[in-house]
């Protein structure tokens, strides 16, 4: 992927909003106008696929090595916080574009036993996890409804950087590790909603959808539905 667009186009969004400020300011402007805005988006990422088989694995880990066992336990949290920062042009009222960096959570599946190595039992866990962020380039098509509020349906893709990572505790004490790491190039549809408070702000609400991101030879593939909320500000 060449840089060079992408700087261009930065460089592009900064000129045309200081031509913004410096212009005269109008009394009355459209709250759904062209020109250049930034975002930040904070999320809440569900991962939907059944870790079931993760899980066993982990428990197998703690269980399957010979050693004398007790309160075997397993979980999986499959939701967790992300966020989203984004530079934008809209074009005209029906469509912009946005250049944006996300970060979309960790999925962490975890088990636990009590082992015992020769002197009494010690709490045991092992964890894995999953991570994904990356750039994001988006296309949004714009349905306004008034001046003060806008439907918006997102095309988007998502150069993923992903890591699937293996860690272990025995009494609090870190042991083995490892994690393999993947990238995969990711289509990302949403639709949102915007509710234009001002000229300058607006909040969003948007709910995306991902599937298959990661690198299945090397960490696994995991789908993601997100749902975010944020503030727009236009320069």
């Known amino acids: 992927m060449k840089t060079i667009p992408v700087i261009v186009l930065v460089v592009l969004g900064i000129a045309v909003a200081g031509f913004a400020n410096a212009a005269p300011k109008k009394r009355t402007r459209n709250q759904n106008r062209v020109g250049p805005y930034g975002e930040v988006l904070v999320g809440m990422t569900n991962y939907p696929g059944d870790q ?26 499959n939701s967790d916080l992300g966020y989203q920062a984004a530079f934008g042009y809209r074009a005209t009222r029906y469509f912009a574009a946005e250049i944006g960096l996300s970060q979309y959570g960790s999925l962490a599946s975890r088990a636990h036993a009590e082992l015992d190595f020769g002197n009494g039992f010690e709490p045991a866990d092992v964890k894995l996890a999953f991570h994904v962020g990356g750039p994001l380039f988006s296309v949004l098509g714009i ?42 190039q990711n289509p990302v549809y949403g639709i949102g909603a ?16 991902l599937r298959n991101i990661g690198q299945s030879s090397r960490t696994g593939t995991e789908d993601l539905n997100v749902i975010n909320l944020g503030m727009l500000m236009r320069f």
């Open 194 to 209: 915007s509710w234009n408070i001002n000229q300058v702000y607006s909040i969003r609400a948007e709910y995306q959808m």
């Open 52 to 77: 079931g088989a993760n899980e066993q694995g982990l428990l197998d880990i703690l269980t399957q090595n010979g050693i004398p066992f007790q309160n075997v336990s397993s979980s999986t949290e």
């Open 143 to 184: 349905l306004p409804v008034s001046n003060n509020f806008e439907f918006y349906g997102r095309l988007g893709f998502l150069f993923a950087s992903v890591e699937r990572e293996f860690t272990s505790q025995v009494s609090g004490v870190s042991g083995v590790s490892g994690s393999a790491k993947g990238d995969s």
